[in-house]
């Protein structure tokens, strides 16, 4: 069948003036026919030079022929012994084309074998590391539930008064527990929702009740690293559908992100746009940047862009792969635009209550 469709294609070629007005035969799927009847001893080669020189000379009068018909013209050849030289080349081009096919669907197999290894490979690592790391983190969750209530009676002086520098000590103590309990939370977070136990439960909210909170959080903690802080939000918004516990943690990690990547004096910003039948919800900052080849990396688990001894920033590389996560299951998605030495603005559209996205 593929010799017909060959034939078919090379009639259309014709047709359609691509090729010259030749007869169609077999002899147009052969290469090198000439040097074909040479090696079977059906041509010698002097006949083959005196061929060659006759379609050139029919070619240069407008008469183009192959070299067959050249042949047969000038009688070097009979029509039998020429049937039978094309039709061995066009079985043995068959034969070639076969083993081709042949060799080619056995490479497939077996790298689409090895594909799959590889991908139940890669699902069984992840399995394993996403137990790891509930596990840990839940063993570590209980002696630091020990710290916890000891640095508190300690900060309360309920074991005896402190002095400035052991108060001092306490405070700085705290913090640290503080930010050692955020990071085994997330990694809790994080294994069970990379088990697929991500419970997202939608509902109307009132925006600007909720954006109140993050503001005043988000106000805090760039007044701590003296960073001006800007809102950005209409005094009117509708209710939009969303998780009201999931929905503050995904602002205040991305405002968090901000302020961390923020060289002190810049600047973050907070804002609300309402487009259409969605409300978008922005963190813009004028920090470090992210260079754009880069940017698909910031959400890969457990990644920083510096992986370095010497990072500055710290963290686990899960707040925005859990945030994708999140919004995600909004259906939505993160939106990042950044330029590396200019800050980031990083957005995600929620619903309005009552509205349909379909459209």
Same mark, same amino acid.
């Given at each position: 069948?593929?010799?017909?469709?060959?034939?078919?294609?090379?009639?259309?070629?014709?047709?359609?003036?691509?090729?010259?007005?030749?007869?169609?035969? $077999?002899?147009?799927?052969?290469?090198?026919?000439?040097?074909?009847?040479?090696?079977?001893?059906?041509?010698?080669?002097?006949?083959?030079?005196?061929?060659?020189?006759?379609?050139?000379?029919? %070619?240069?009068?407008?008469?183009?022929?192959?070299?067959?018909?050249?042949?047969?013209?000038?009688?070097? +050849?009979?029509?039998?012994?020429?049937?039978?030289?094309?039709?061995?080349?066009?079985?043995?081009?068959?034969? &070639?084309?076969?083993?081709?096919?042949?060799?080619?669907?056995?490479?497939?197999?077996?790298?689409?074998?090895?594909?799959?290894?590889?991908?139940?490979?890669?699902?069984?690592?992840?399995?394993?590391?996403?137990?790891?790391?509930?596990?840990?983190?839940?063993?570590?969750?209980?002696?630091?539930?020990?710290?916890?209530?000891? +640095?508190?009676?300690?900060?309360?002086?309920?074991? @005896?008064?402190?002095?400035?520098? *052991?108060?001092?000590?306490?405070?700085?103590?705290?913090? &640290?527990?503080?930010?050692?309990?955020?990071?085994?939370?997330?990694?809790?977070?994080?294994?069970?929702? /990379?088990?697929?136990?991500?419970?997202? *439960?939608?509902? $109307?909210?009132?925006?600007?009740? +909720?954006?109140?909170?993050?503001?005043?959080?988000?106000?805090?903690? %760039? =007044?701590?690293?003296?960073?001006?802080?800007?809102?950005?939000?209409? $005094?009117?918004?509708?209710?939009?559908? &969303?998780?009201?516990?999931?929905?503050?943690?995904?602002?205040?990690?991305?405002?968090?992100?901000?302020?961390?990547?923020?060289?002190?004096?810049?600047?973050?910003?907070?804002?609300?746009?309402?487009?259409?039948?969605?409300?978008?919800?922005?963190?813009?900052?004028?920090?470090?940047?992210?260079?754009?080849?880069?940017?698909?990396? +910031?959400?890969?688990?457990?990644?920083?862009?510096?992986?370095?001894?010497?990072?500055?920033?710290?963290?686990?590389?899960?707040?925005?792969?859990?945030?994708?996560?999140?919004?995600? &299951?909004? @259906?939505? =998605?993160?939106?990042?635009? /950044?330029?590396?030495?200019?800050?980031?603005?990083?957005?995600?559209?929620?619903?309005?209550?009552?509205?349909?996205?379909? %459209?």
């Amino acid at each position: 069948m593929a010799l017909y469709a060959i034939l078919a294609e090379k009639k259309l070629e014709v047709q359609t003036g691509m090729l010259p007005d030749l007869s169609l035969s $077999p002899e147009l799927l052969v290469p090198r026919l000439g040097d074909y009847l040479v090696k079977r001893g059906l041509l010698s080669p002097d006949d083959l030079i005196q061929a060659l020189a006759y379609q050139k000379k029919m %070619c240069d009068g407008g008469q183009s022929k192959l070299i067959g018909k050249a042949l047969l013209e000038l009688n070097l +050849i009979s029509r039998e012994a020429l049937d039978q030289a094309v039709t061995e080349q066009i079985l043995q081009l068959q034969l &070639a084309l076969q083993r081709a096919n042949d060799e080619l669907e056995a490479r497939v197999r077996e790298r689409t074998a090895e594909l799959e290894h590889a991908m139940n490979r890669l699902a069984e690592l992840n399995q394993l590391k996403s137990n790891f790391v509930s596990n840990v983190s839940h063993e570590l969750r209980t002696p630091l539930i020990h710290l916890k209530g000891y +640095i508190e009676l300690l900060e309360e002086q309920a074991l @005896g008064d402190l002095n400035p520098q *052991q108060a001092d000590a306490v405070r700085v103590m705290k913090k &640290a527990e503080n930010r050692l309990g955020n990071l085994i939370e997330n990694l809790i977070q994080f294994s069970t929702y /990379s088990r697929g136990s991500l419970d997202i *439960q939608l509902a $109307p909210l009132d925006l600007l009740e +909720i954006m109140g909170d993050v503001l005043e959080k988000a106000r805090n903690r %760039c =007044d701590e690293k003296s960073l001006h802080f800007q809102t950005k939000i209409p $005094p009117s918004i509708p209710e939009v559908l &969303a998780d009201a516990q999931m929905l503050p943690w995904v602002l205040l990690h991305m405002v968090d992100n901000a302020v961390k990547f923020t060289p002190e004096g810049g600047a973050v910003q907070v804002g609300a746009i309402i487009n259409g039948a969605v409300v978008k919800l922005y963190v813009y900052d004028t920090g470090i940047g992210i260079a754009e080849e880069k940017i698909n990396e +910031i959400f890969e688990p457990f990644h920083q862009l510096d992986s370095s001894s010497t990072r500055r920033y710290g963290g686990t590389g899960l707040g925005l792969a859990m945030a994708r996560q999140i919004v995600e &299951a909004h @259906g939505s =998605d993160i939106v990042v635009r /950044s330029r590396e030495g200019e800050g980031s603005y990083f957005e995600f559209a929620l619903t309005i209550a009552g509205k349909d996205t379909s %459209c």
